[in-house]
């Protein structure tokens, strides 16, 4: 028997590699159960956002219990709520965090390989703005 | 009727982000509240940054507790999690 599906992540980004690091570091600490797809970078790899990269990342975080996209900043909001605006273009349901980039998708991610639904995914991201490092 | 329970645990190591992980995806699987005390500090359990900002370190007694209908099991689960993934060289 197959788990229940995870709420899929996505991090836009408009740097690749901040993107691509703060998945590996994500998934280490949640175990690796989640797909947290990045979207980093425009789509001739300098610095920027792609609604592309965003589109494949989305369809590939998909696993059916919906998608949690977290931005960095600025256009990457942008970028996802434009997309957000127009039918079809993202799976559903679609959530975007407003939360902090690294601790957003880390409490996110925990969450999802918890079981949580996306409300709840949703909801650990932004708390995490609440969080105190010491 | 909902129970209560609660064990204390000295760390052999740093509850580091991955332990705190694993910690706090094993403590959403039960629908019992559990917490994380050391010292004055508290943690929700089911929040991985709850349990990192404990900054909890080797040699501290950390004690679990639970409150609700799996309360003994979810804290058995967190005991085991705290023993195995804080063990020095883990």
């Given at each position: 028997?197959?788990?229940?599906?995870?709420?899929?992540?996505?991090?836009?980004?408009?740097?690749?590699?901040?993107?691509?690091?703060?998945?590996?570091?994500?998934?280490?600490?949640?175990?690796?159960?989640?797909?947290?797809?990045?979207?980093?970078?425009?789509?001739?790899?300098?610095?920027?956002?792609?609604?592309?990269?965003?589109?494949?990342?989305?369809?590939?975080a998909?696993?059916?219990?919906?998608?949690?996209?977290?931005?960095?900043?600025?256009?990457?909001?942008l970028?996802?709520?434009?997309?957000?605006?127009?039918?079809?273009?993202?799976?559903?349901?679609?959530?975007?965090?407003?939360?902090?980039?690294?601790?957003?998708?880390?409490?996110?991610?925990?969450?999802?390989?918890?079981g949580?639904?996306?409300?709840?995914?949703?909801?650990?991201?932004?708390?995490?703005?609440?969080?105190?490092?010491? | 009727?909902?129970?209560?329970?609660?064990?204390?645990?000295?760390?052999?190591?740093?509850l580091?982000?991955?332990?705190?992980?694993?910690?706090?995806?094993?403590?959403?699987?039960?629908?019992?509240?559990?917490?994380?005390?050391?010292?004055?500090?508290?943690?929700?359990?089911?929040?991985?940054?709850?349990?990192?900002?404990?900054?909890a370190?080797?040699?501290?007694?950390?004690?679990?507790?639970?409150?609700?209908?799996?309360?003994?099991?979810?804290?058995?689960?967190?005991?085991?999690?705290?023993?195995?993934?804080?063990?020095?060289?883990?």
């Open positions: 028997m197959s788990p229940d599906p995870r709420v899929g992540i996505v991090l836009v980004s408009h740097s690749a590699t901040l993107a691509e690091g703060a998945a590996e570091l994500a998934a280490q600490i949640s175990g690796g159960t989640v797909a947290i797809i990045p979207a980093g970078g425009t789509d001739g790899g300098e610095l920027g956002t792609s609604a592309a990269k965003v589109q494949r990342a989305a369809k590939l998909d696993s059916g219990a919906g998608v949690v996209i977290l931005p960095d900043l600025g256009s990457a909001v970028t996802v709520r434009a997309l957000l605006g127009e039918a079809g273009e993202l799976p559903t349901p679609v959530e975007l965090a407003d939360a902090p980039f690294v601790e957003g998708v880390v409490a996110a991610t925990v969450a999802a390989a918890g949580a639904d996306i409300n709840a995914v949703l909801a650990a991201a932004e708390e995490a703005r609440h969080a105190r490092k010491l | 009727m909902p129970a209560s329970y609660e064990q204390a645990i000295t760390l052999t190591g740093d580091h982000a991955r332990p705190a992980g694993a910690l706090a995806v094993a403590a959403a699987k039960f629908s019992s509240a559990v917490s994380l005390t050391v010292g004055a500090s508290q943690a929700d359990a089911k929040s991985v940054l709850s349990v990192m900002g404990l900054g370190t080797s040699g501290q007694h950390i004690t679990v507790a639970a409150e609700g209908p799996d309360a003994e099991e979810a804290v058995a689960a967190i005991l085991t999690i705290l023993a195995e993934a804080t063990r020095v060289g883990a």
